[in-house]
C-alpha cells in the first residue's frame, strides 16, 4: 500500500483531513496526488505559493503552513483557504485587511507552542488571552479562527510527543469553551507531521501536515 493509501486508511475512522505538504516539489508531483484526488496541498513560502496556484487547477485549497511575515500577506490573500500559524495579533489585523481588500474571509489557526525547543514560533496560552481580547477579535470581521495548529519537538520519544499533542488538544479545549469568537466554526486542531501524525490522531488532531512520506525528501 503507497504512503497516500495509508494515510487516508489512518484518517478514515477519525474525519481528519490531510492537507499535502508540496513546499520544494514540483507542478507535476503535486498533479499527480491530486489526480488520485488530493485537493488540500500545504506550502511555507508565499513565492512558491503564488507561483503553483498560478500554475495549478483553481479547485486546490491552499494552505499556509510556515511562518508568515505580516509583509507577505498580500501576496497570498486573494486566494489562500487557510493559514496555519497565526502567532501575533498584529499578523491576523493585516491579515483582515488584506482580506476585505479581496472581499473575501480569509480561515486561520492559532499556532501554540507546544515543542521543547525555542526555535520553534508559536503563542502561549497566557500570551494569547492577553493579546487576542474579545473587543480586538470582534472588530476583525474578515478574518475566522477555526482552530489551533502546533509542532511537537524533533525526537524520538514518542511518549513526549504525545504529551505535547495533548498539550495542544488541551489548549483548544480550552479555547472553544471559552468562546471569544463563534465556537461553533472553532474546530480544527492541526497537528501531526510524517513522523507522528499516527499519534497526532489518536490524540485527537483534525488535521495532519504530511510532506516527505508522501513526496520523499525535500531538495532545497
Ligand atoms: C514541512 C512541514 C510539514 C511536513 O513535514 P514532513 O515531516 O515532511 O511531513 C508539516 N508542517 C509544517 C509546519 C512544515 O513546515
Partial sequence: MDAYRKIMVA??????????VSKTHPIETIKALYEKGQRDFGENRHQELVEKY???PKDIR????????????????????????????????????QAQRNDRTIKCLLQFKIAEEDSKY????????TAFSANEMAELSNVELIGVMGMATFT??????????QRLKSIYDQLKADPFKDADQFTEVSM???????IALEEGS?????????FGERQY
Fill in 54 to 56: 498560478e500554475a495549478l
Fill in 62 to 97: 491552499w494552505h499556509f503552513i510556515g511562518h508568515l511575515q505580516t509583509n507577505k500577506v498580500k501576496y497570498i490573500a486573494p486566494f489562500v483557504y487557510l493559514i496555519h500559524a497565526v502567532d501575533s495579533l498584529k499578523l491576523l489585523k493585516e491579515i483582515n485587511k
Fill in 192 to 198: 501531526g507531521m510524517s513522523g507522528d501524525y499516527q
Fill in 122 to 129: 508559536g503563542l502561549e496560552l497566557d500570551d494569547f488571552s
Fill in 11 to 20: 484518517l478514515e475512522p477519525t474525519e481528519g483531513k490531510l492537507v499535502a
Fill in 206 to 214: 483534525t488535521m495532519v501536515r504530511v510532506g516527505s512520506l508522501l
Fill in 156 to 165: 524520538d520519544n514518542k511518549a513526549q510527543i504525545r504529551q505535547e499533542f
